[in-house]
T-cell receptor, first 115, second 112 residues
Framework: NAGVMQNPRHLVRRRGQEARLRCSPM?????VYWYRQLPEEGLKFMVY????????ESGMPKERFSAEFPKEGPSILRIQQVVRGDSAAYFC?????????????FGPGTRLTVT | AQSVTQLGSHVSVSEGALVLLRCNYS??????LFWYVQYPNQGLQLLLK??????LVKGINGFEAEFKKSETSFHLTKPSAHMSDAAEYFC??????????FGKGTKLTVNP
C-alpha cells in the first residue's frame, strides 16, 4: 500500500510566480491535511479537506494561498505571487476518518525555495 | 487554545544511555497526544499515541511515553539510545478536532 505521495519534492520559484504543490493520499483515505514547517519551527496546521470540501482553513494565510481536494485527483495547495517568506517545507497528511482518533500519515514533503 | 512546549531544542546522549524528551501541553479538553519522529529531509513517522485508556503507551523502536494529566505532560523515553535514534522528535496534541498542534521539536544527537 503506497504511502502519501507529494510532488514535487523540491520546487524553486522566483518571487511573484505561482507554486502548485500536489498531494495524493493513501489509498482509502478521504481526509487530507496540509502543514507548513518553517526553519527551526514545528509544523503549523494550514488546512483540512475532504473530497470537494474545505473543512477547516483556520491556518491558511488570508491572501495568496488556496487549497482544493477534487473528487478525482490529488489535493492541490496553491500559492500565488510567492514571496521569500513562503520558503518552507510543506507537508501533506492523510487519514481514513476524521475523528481525531486516527493517526495522520505524512508524506515526504515539498521543499519550496523562493529566490 | 491548545499548545505544546518541548523543553530543550537539542538533546545529546551517549549510545546506550537513557533518552528523555520532554513535552508539556495545554488543552481545554481531554487531548489526544502524539510523538512523531522526523529523519533529515523526510516526512514524519508516528512513534506512539495516547487517546484513552492506559496512560503508559508503548510505541515503535522501543520508545514509550506516559500521559500525566496532573502534570499536563507526555514525556518520551527510551531506556537505551541507539545511533539510529538520532533524528528530530515532535510532540503534538489534537484537541479532538482534526488538526494537530505541534511543538517546535527536539533534535536528538546520539554520541558513540
Amino acid at each position: 500500500n503506497a504511502g502519501v505521495m507529494q510532488n514535487p519534492r523540491h520546487l524553486v520559484r522566483r518571487r511573484g510566480q505561482e507554486a502548485r504543490l500536489r498531494c495524493s493520499p493513501m489509498k482509502g483515505h478521504s481526509h487530507v491535511y496540509w502543514y507548513r514547517q518553517l526553519p527551526e519551527e514545528g509544523l503549523k496546521f494550514m488546512v483540512y479537506l475532504q473530497k470537494e470540501n474545505i473543512i477547516d482553513e483556520s491556518g491558511m494565510p488570508k491572501e495568496r494561498f488556496s487549497a482544493e481536494f477534487p473528487k478525482e485527483g490529488p489535493s492541490i495547495l496553491r500559492i500565488q505571487q510567492v514571496v521569500r517568506g513562503d520558503s518552507a517545507a510543506y507537508f501533506c497528511a492523510s487519514s481514513p476518518m476524521g475523528t481525531g482518533d486516527y493517526e495522520q500519515y505524512f508524506g515526504p514533503g515539498t521543499r519550496l525555495t523562493v529566490t | 487554545a491548545q499548545s505544546v512546549t518541548q523543553l530543550g531544542s537539542h538533546v545529546s546522549v551517549s549510545e546506550g544511555a537513557l533518552v528523555l524528551l520532554r513535552c508539556n501541553y495545554s488543552s481545554s479538553v481531554p487531548p489526544y497526544l502524539f510523538w512523531y519522529v522526523q529523519y533529515p529531509n523526510q516526512g514524519l513517522q508516528l512513534l506512539l499515541k495516547y487517546t484513552t485508556g492506559a496512560t503508559l503507551v508503548k510505541g515503535i523502536n522501543g520508545f514509550e511515553a506516559e500521559f500525566k494529566k496532573s502534570e499536563t505532560s507526555f514525556h518520551l523515553t527510551k531506556p537505551s539510545a541507539h545511533m539510529s535514534d538520532a533524528a528530530e522528535y515532535f510532540c503534538a496534541v489534537s484537541p479532538r478536532s482534526e488538526k494537530l498542534v505541534f511543538g517546535k521539536g527536539t533534535k536528538l544527537t546520539v554520541n558513540p
